[in-house]
């Protein structure tokens, strides 16, 4: 498995933006496509963006289209979510994740997690 370590979360204002990042070691980067969830307190763990392999393809979910970008550096074996015109709603933690089976958005399609990086929003 891949070991992923996020960054970049904070507290931040309504309106604002912020670029978490997710470093991977531990096997071959560019074998696994990855991807974003968030989970709020009481809320179930929400998909929002997936990235295959090569970079060439992505997935974003309807609630944070046109405000969340994923993109990857394979030479710096890290991944990217940046995050702009944030709300209050995006408060929640951030995990990325590893997927060996290719681009996927379903939580059981990834096989190895961070441990997350808190976002806060404050209004």
């Known amino acids: 498995q891949v070991q992923l370590v996020e960054s970049g979360g904070g507290l931040v204002q309504a309106g604002g933006s912020l670029r978490l990042s997710c470093a991977a070691s531990g096997r071959t980067f560019s074998n696994y496509a990855m991807g974003w969830f968030r989970q709020a307190p009481g809320k179930e763990r929400e998909f929002l963006a997936a990235i295959s392999r090569d970079g060439g393809s992505t997935i974003s979910a309807a609630s944070v289209k046109g405000r969340f970008t994923i993109s990857r550096d394979n030479a710096k074996n890290t991944v990217y979510l940046q995050m702009n015109s944030l709300k209050p709603e995006d408060t929640a933690v951030y995990y990325c994740?590893?997927?060996?089976?290719?681009?996927?958005?379903?939580?059981?399609?990834?096989?190895?997690w961070g441990q997350g990086t808190q976002v806060t929003v404050s209004s």
């Open positions: 994740a590893s997927s060996m089976y290719g681009i996927a958005t379903m939580a059981a399609h990834f096989d190895s």
